[in-house]
């Protein structure tokens, strides 16, 4: 089995959400600290919020989640 490293989950989260059908997702940003990928930017409903965390997790490959996206 392949080794992936961090930065390729990192790339790959953000490719997911950067792909993503729904347009909220689009413009948020994903970096990684540690052994935590973490979700920055700006949605207009929780819902967004939770549905970017969701989709990130997918990719995460056993890193945390961590949520920093602000609903406005």
Same mark, same amino acid.
């Given at each position: 089995? &392949?080794? /992936?490293?961090?930065?390729? *989950?990192? @790339?790959?989260?953000?490719?997911? %959400? ?17 052994? &935590?990928? /973490?979700?920055?930017?700006? *949605?207009? @409903?929780?819902?967004?919020?939770? %549905?970017a965390q969701e ?18």
């Amino acid at each position: 089995m &392949a080794v /992936v490293s961090a930065k390729d *989950v990192q @790339s790959r989260a953000q490719e997911a %959400l950067s792909g993503s059908p729904v347009y909220a997702l689009r413009e948020l940003h994903v970096e990684q600290h540690g052994d &935590a990928l /973490v979700i920055h930017g700006l *949605v207009s @409903s929780f819902y967004h919020k939770q %549905l970017a965390q969701e989709v990130i997790r997918t990719a995460a490959e056993g890193l945390e989640v961590v949520n920093s996206i602000q609903v406005r």
